[in-house]
């Protein structure tokens, strides 16, 4: 009898050791600490994957439960999880649904940031120094530095009788931890001690690599807010009246081979806006936002996230699809640049709530 008994035993043990071995689903997945969402898959899922050190298989999740499909790696000895949303399906509703599956399949979630594309809004003061103008392919970064939200829920709010706007929700900021490491990497920009040019270099390693390529400088045009786009949208502005340009000074050559990047406010809302003159109200409406954008109000439902976003085009009817793929490497090679100053044990210690 006790020799059954511990055979018995025996095969419970390699029974449960087998078990251990070949699912523990919350324990694999529960390796990951980092997510990085990108909610336009034709334009920003490749450069993401790109900034990837190694790619790892996915964990087994309940694909019942959470219909996502996720790309795993590392970057710099994080652990990174890759998301984005179906072709066509952005928007806050969507990223809202794509991270509420993702924070419960990969429970360990430190922090998140999005990084992705969005629509300029330039100041309505333009300022000599050229490096300080918002142009197309340049990086905005949400930064609550003036104690204010990083981002802002623009069209979520009231409409006034008397033509006022007040809005009523806001957005978390980013965590402190990436604030912080966003802080220093300024500090090492001036110093000149970024590494910007090895981040864009891994974008030069795939087949599409000439999507990364700098559209030229006579396609970053910024016309005035109330001026309309004269032709369909796919033209490129040959017919429009250039005496209806903003002018600005221009950027040297060397300053054009640049990722130039802005922290300041970011405008999330429900559309996409191709209006010069609503995008000058949000602007004023969100204490000076640098650009606008549709994805953050949904992700922050769920957690709080990092802002990063590729000046794609200035929100205004001269919206074209031109500089696009350029603005989201930029966007990727610029997070991947933040993420190198955070150290992967540091991460690992913070709250998984946010």
Not at 31 to 37: L, N, P, R, S, T
Not at 116 to 129: A, F, K, L, R, Y
Not at 252 to 277: C, M, P, W, Y
């Amino acid at each position: 009898y006790r020799r059954c008994s511990k055979r018995a035993r025996r095969r419970r043990l390699r029974r449960a050791r087998c078990l251990l071995a070949s699912s523990p689903v919350d324990a694999r997945c529960a390796d990951y600490h980092i997510a990085w969402i990108c909610p336009v898959v034709d334009i920003e899922f490749l450069p993401a994957r790109l900034m990837l050190d190694k790619e790892h298989p996915t964990p087994p999740y309940d694909t019942h439960y959470d219909e996502n499909t996720y790309i795993c790696g590392t970057i710099n000895g994080h652990a990174v999880v890759v998301a984005t949303c179906p072709p066509g399906e952005t928007g806050n509703v969507n990223a809202g649904r794509l991270t509420g599956s993702m924070f419960k399949t990969f429970p360990n979630i430190r922090m998140a940031v999005l990084v992705g594309i969005g629509g300029g809004i330039p100041s309505p003061e333009v300022s000599e120094d050229a490096l300080e103008n918002v142009h197309l392919g340049d990086v905005v970064v949400g930064w609550p530095g003036d104690g204010k939200p990083a981002c802002i829920y623009h069209d979520r709010g009231r409409s006034k009788g008397d033509g006022q706007f007040e809005m009523i929700d806001t957005i978390r900021n980013p965590d402190w931890r990436l604030t912080n490491a966003l802080s220093m990497l300024v500090v090492d920009n001036e110093l000149g001690q970024t590494t910007f040019i090895d981040q864009l270099a891994r974008l030069q390693r795939s087949k599409a690599k000439r999507k990364f390529v700098r559209p030229r400088l006579k396609h970053d045009k910024l016309f005035k807010a109330a001026y309309r786009h004269a032709s369909d949208y796919r033209s490129t502005c040959t017919t429009c009246d250039s005496s209806e340009l903003v002018q600005r000074p221009q950027r040297s050559e060397e300053e054009q081979q640049t990722l130039v990047f802005h922290r300041g406010r970011i405008a999330t809302g429900n559309a996409v806006i191709q209006d010069g003159k609503l995008r000058d109200e949000i602007r004023t409406r969100c204490d000076g936002a640098l650009c606008v954008e549709m994805e953050a109000a949904g992700i922050d439902a769920n957690r709080r996230c990092l802002v990063i976003r590729g000046i794609s085009d200035y929100a205004d009817s001269h919206k074209s699809d031109m500089w696009r793929s350029y603005a989201a490497g930029n966007a990727a090679a610029f997070t991947r640049e933040l993420l190198c100053r955070i150290q992967p044990g540091d991460v690992k210690k913070m709250d998984p709530e946010g």
